[in-house]
């Protein structure tokens, strides 16, 4: 069996593959600091209570944004499951070929995603990753990522907020009934999904106009993609397991 990791600012996704089948998946909050122990058993009873021993566990493939936790990570890894990882990085096949000022400043999770979109939806694609940020990342139909765009994710527009305005408390983030607000706590709701509703179609649409090809498909992940994605006709694929299904293809390239 074969583990997949995505590790993000906010959370850490794990998945579980048995062949071509993700036979499971966890989410857990990216936390520092923590020990190789600490993360070698808390996968170990993830798998153990999906019923998957740990000797299954053959290959593990990690992309990650956020090289702090990386050591302990790797470390434990190591240690309890006794494989050395595969890290998305410089010299790992992906399948497709960066062409931007300096691909190097490319994040792993950036580069799964648009894989994983290219290999299971074709391109000419934008894929948009609604995460901490919220990123929009281009592939033509030969499989160049040629383009990068990223914003605040709405919930640090809504931290932002709350933070920032002495009078305004934190919220709930999700589409009051109109936008025609009555009090505090729906005024900022509608500014932030209507808003960002605003964002996304006027994004896709500029890309779209200066690639000179409307039928660009759009490709959507992330945690709050759902909100986003009810609201609007711009996004023709959800797909909540994008980056675990671009670690898998990442990986049988790198085995094959």
Known sequence: MLLVIDIGNTNIVIGAYRGDELVA???????????????G???YSLLEHRGIKKDEIKDVIIS??????????????????????????PGVKTGINIRTDNPKEVGADRIVNTVSAYYTYGGPAIVIDFGTATTYDVVTEDGVFSAAITSPGIKICANALYQKAAKLPEIEIKKPKSI???????????????????????????????????EMKVVATGGLAKIINSETDVIDVLDPML??????????????
């Open 243 to 256: 980056t675990l299904k671009g670690l898998k293809i990442i990986y049988d390239k790198n085995k094959s």
């Open 64 to 89: 990650s944004v956020v090289p702090n936790i990386m050591y302990s990570l790797v470390s434990g890894i190591i240690k309890y499951f006794d494989t050395q990882p595969i890290i998305v990085g």
């Open 41 to 43: 058993l808390f996968m």
């Open 180 to 214: 025609l607000a009555k009090n505090t706590v729906t005024s900022m709701q509608a500014g932030l999904v209507y808003g960002y509703i605003g964002q996304v179609e006027y994004i896709v649409k500029k890309v779209k106009q200066e690639m000179n090809c409307e």
């Open 25 to 39: 998946n966890w989410r857990m909050t990216t936390k520092t600091p923590r020990t190789s122990d600490e993360y």
